[in-house]
């Protein structure tokens, strides 16, 4: 059992929705990330949290919002997507930002109609 | 246990000099090599290589991936200073859900 959860598993919305992905990592761990990997793409860093303070945001539109209330818990807030945007969005967790292993949710499937 | 290490940790050259990477790794399932950049922020994407895809080569850089040597290397000619930066090198095991990062190589070049 990887240890990551995310919900939900699968995701359909219109560009006028506004939802919202969640993982919750229970390692103990001070570093959540998100990860956006689209078809045949290899893993697109978004956002870095450390110690539920934000240390990175990799030039993400401002559509994607993310939310960190504590180390435990990471939140992907969505609003007005494109269909570009429908990917699998990942969820990770490391003990500390970066050179440790990071270890990943399943993932939302999301779909942008 | 899976694991992932580069050589050498730190490496300072002159510019226009040509630097070799390395990257090890021991993993369950290998599934993909990725190669990041990492400047004063998140890392970027350099390459990713598969059983399917074991050279890749973008403008100065370029890598190869020994699948029986379980090993690959990042090349890049002609350095410039724009090329400072640690590079990380990052392996997928297919199932375990999980991306595991070597220590990354500090590499400097001088003018």
């Known amino acids: 059992e990887t240890g990551v959860t995310q919900t939900p598993r699968h995701l359909v919305m219109g560009m006028t929705n506004k939802k919202s992905l969640k993982c919750e990592q229970h390692?103990?761990?001070?570093?959540m990330y998100w990860y956006k990997q689209s078809a045949k793409k290899p893993l697109e860093l978004m956002f870095v949290y450390n110690f539920k303070e934000q240390t990175e945001n990799n030039s993400v539109p401002s559509r994607f919002s993310p939310e960190c209330p504590n180390s435990s818990h990471l939140f992907l807030h969505l609003h007005t997507l494109q269909p570009e945007d429908s990917a699998l969005y990942l969820c990770a967790s490391s003990q500390s930002v970066y050179q440790e292993t990071q270890y990943f949710g399943p993932g939302t499937r999301l779909l942008v109609l | 246990e899976d694991k992932v290490v580069q050589s050498p940790l730190s490496l300072v050259v002159h510019e226009g000099d040509t630097v070799t990477l390395n990257c090890s790794y021991e993993?369950?399932?290998?599934?993909?090599l990725l190669w990041y950049k990492q400047e004063k922020k998140a890392p970027t994407f350099l390459f990713m290589l598969?059983?399917?895809?074991i050279e890749k080569k973008s403008g100065r850089l370029s890598s190869i991936l020994d699948k029986k040597e379980l090993s690959s290397i990042l090349n890049i000619t002609a350095t410039q200073t724009g090329d400072s930066a640690i590079y990380l090198c990052?392996?997928?095991?297919?199932?375990?859900?999980?991306?595991?990062f070597g220590q990354g190589t500090r590499l400097t070049i001088n003018p």
């Open positions: 390692l103990g761990h001070n570093a």
């Open positions: 993993v369950t399932n290998f599934r993909s």
């Open positions: 598969t059983s399917s895809g």
């Open positions: 990052a392996v997928e095991g297919a199932g375990a859900q999980k991306l595991v």
